[in-house]
């Protein structure tokens, strides 16, 4: 196995040599660097012949590709302008007791607009309380959210208990392998206001089903992480959609209404103050500056069907807003063919977003690291497309069907 390890290392070490050399962002060059280094040391040490070749080669990924340029741009105070927007907004909910600015106030000026909902605000409240600092940084709370969330989801959804790893342990360490990776290291290292986003939302999947346990956990328990993520940003609605057509079809409307009531006590309490004190600063904010109807255009411009259309004109913008409300049609699937498990509910929501990034006439290449995450989750927790969640490495046939029944209620 040191070989392909060995490879794997070096093929993420020439990808962040890419980023060094390419990218015009000068986070993205710092990131590159040192990740290029660190995952070089990573494939020497697979190569090493020791016992713990393995663990030292994880220890390197983790401390070049993520530990080192995060803890440097962090301590610098350098970062994409969306950290530093969770931290202005931030500091306003501390000096002034409000998140948002109006639209009036902000005019022009595009990184005063905050397309976050409340709840990421809470990421920047270190820094705003305590200062500027590594510690304090809004990225690092993001990562240790991150982390947290998608080990749980892992153990969750039994990932650690096939070969390769087992309890807690094996959970962990594959938490670390994927943080390590450019896929989550390298946008966490530069803004990482996603990564706390889809933890959650693996974690909610995740508690769609335990098929180690006689009895699942209640629906409410996805309800909160689901409710919390929806707290955070728009991109976690279409799942809190989809898991209540989960639990509706699956459960019954008594399970669904678990969930609903759980996921809606959150967002009420977390987003439903600013709703009654700033209902127009918020709705200019993360919805209409995301969607390109203010006087500043949102920086996410990648170069997607969705932006290239909207970029012909004024008609055209027009059109792929109304394109992007008409692409809702898809819940129609969720109507006539409703997932019944984490692995359908989870393929849905990749087929959403992905949608709804392709056609967003402010968009960005990174937004798909919610889908291919997702898939990550998935394959890491070994969930069998195509069968029920029920019989998951269940030795117990019987109890598996039990727990795979709809319970009406």
């Given at each position: ?5 060995a490879?794997a ?13 390419v ?5 993205h060059?710092?990131w590159?660097?040192?990740a ?25 990924a ?12 962090a ?15 931030a500091?306003l ?19 005063g ?7 990421m ?18 990225r690092?709370?993001?990562?240790l959210?991150f ?27 594959r ?5 390590a990776?450019?896929l989550?290291?390298?946008?966490l ?6 990564l706390?986003?889809?933890?959650l ?20 328990w ?16 279409p799942?809190v959609l ?5 639990f ?40 209409g ?5 203010t006087?500043?255009r ?6 997607l ?6 970029a ?18 898809l ?25 709804l990034f ?8 990174g937004?798909f ?13 070994r ?22 029944t709809?319970?009406?209620?």
């Amino acid at each position: 196995m040191r070989i392909p390890a060995a490879l794997a290392y070096g093929t993420l070490s020439l990808f962040g040599l890419a980023v060094a050399l390419v990218s015009t962002q000068s986070p993205h060059r710092l990131w590159g660097a040192r990740a290029a280094a660190g995952y070089g040391c990573a494939a020497l040490a697979s190569l090493a012949r020791v016992r713990w070749r393995r663990e030292l080669a994880l220890i390197a990924a983790v401390a070049g590709g993520l530990l080192v340029p995060l803890c440097w741009l962090a301590a610098a105070g350098r970062g994409m302008p969306e950290v530093g927007v969770v931290a202005h907004s931030a500091q306003l909910l501390v000096q002034h007791g409000r998140l948002y600015q109006s639209a009036a106030v902000l005019g022009s000026h595009v990184n005063g607009y905050n397309p976050y909902l409340p709840g990421m605000t809470l990421f920047g409240l270190p820094q705003a309380l305590f200062g500027r600092g590594a510690a304090t940084d809004p990225r690092v709370w993001d990562g240790l959210a991150f982390v947290a969330a998608f080990a749980a989801a892992l153990r969750i959804a039994g990932g650690a208990g096939g070969a390769g790893g087992a309890g807690g342990t094996g959970s962990v360490r594959r938490t670390a392998v994927l943080t390590a990776s450019p896929l989550i290291a390298f946008p966490l290292a530069v803004s990482g206001n996603d990564l706390a986003v889809l933890g959650l939302i693996c974690l909610g999947l995740a508690l769609t089903t335990r098929p180690e346990l006689r009895r699942p956990p209640s629906p409410a328990w996805a309800g909160i992480a689901l409710g919390g993520a929806a707290a955070l940003k728009a991109t976690a609605w279409p799942a809190v959609l989809i898991v209540a057509v989960l639990f509706l079809a699956r459960d019954g409307r008594g399970a669904a209404a678990r969930f609903a009531a759980a996921a809606g006590a959150v967002l009420a309490m977390v987003v439903g103050p600013i709703l009654v004190i700033q209902p127009a600063d918020l709705a200019v904010n993360t919805i209409g500056f995301p969607l390109g109807l203010t006087r500043a255009r949102s920086p996410a411009a990648s170069p997607l069907p969705g932006h290239l259309i909207a970029a012909i004109g004024p008609a055209a913008h027009l059109a792929v807003v109304a394109l992007l409300a008409a692409a809702v049609g898809l819940a129609v699937l969720l109507v006539v063919r409703p997932p019944r498990n984490a692995v359908s509910a989870a393929g849905y929501l990749a087929l959403a977003l992905t949608t709804l990034f392709v056609l967003a006439p402010a968009t960005r290449w990174g937004y798909f690291i919610y889908p291919v995450t997702i898939g990550c989750w998935l394959g890491m927790s070994r969930l069998v497309p195509g069968r029920l969640s029920g019989f998951h490495r269940d030795p117990h046939p019987a109890r598996a069907l039990a727990e795979a029944t709809p319970v009406r209620g």
